[in-house]
């Protein structure tokens, strides 16, 4: 068993695939036109047949009290890891990419959270001495 697939609800797709591709640096992967959305996916570069992520439209009415529970509590929907959290977030800082949380010591990882944009809190985190 794996995971091949997760997903993030997001306000608009395209706004969204132009943040984590141009942005984050992930891949389109498939963009299929279901209606007036589409089945939209992107993925690491860096792990050509790893798992995709869908940039899931956020239209169902129980999206919005859900994300606005998790964001109002300041808690993350997806999870991201990186080599270099210091280097990440000054990259996307540059970029105008917003941090509720700065980069800090959370025990065996460093984490920061960034909005993206869409609607969502994206935790990042860096493993330190091996821990993930």
């Not at 959305?37 to 919005?64: F, I, Q, Y």
């Not at 800082?93 to 959370?106: I, K, Q, Y």
């Not at 025990?107 to 993206?116: E, F, N, S, T, Y």
């Not at 609607?119 to 001495?129: D, R, S």
Request: charged share 25%; with cysteine; aromatic share 6%.
């Amino acid at each position: 068993m794996r995971i091949e697939l997760t997903s993030v609800f997001v306000d608009d797709q395209r706004a969204a695939l132009r943040f984590y591709t141009e942005v984050l640096g992930f891949e389109k992967r498939q963009d299929v036109p279901i209606g007036t959305d589409a089945w939209l996916t992107v993925a690491s570069p860096e792990r050509p047949d790893g798992p995709e992520l869908l940039l899931e439209p956020a239209g169902h009415p129980a999206v919005k009290p859900y994300r606005d529970a998790l964001k109002a509590d300041g808690i993350p929907l997806l999870q991201l890891a990186v080599d270099d959290l210091d280097a990440e977030h000054a990259r996307l800082t540059a970029l105008g990419v917003e941090f509720p949380t700065p980069p800090m010591d959370a025990g065996p990882v460093r984490i920061a959270v960034l909005d993206d944009g869409c609607g969502n809190l994206i935790q990042l985190v860096q493993a330190v001495g091996g821990a993930l």
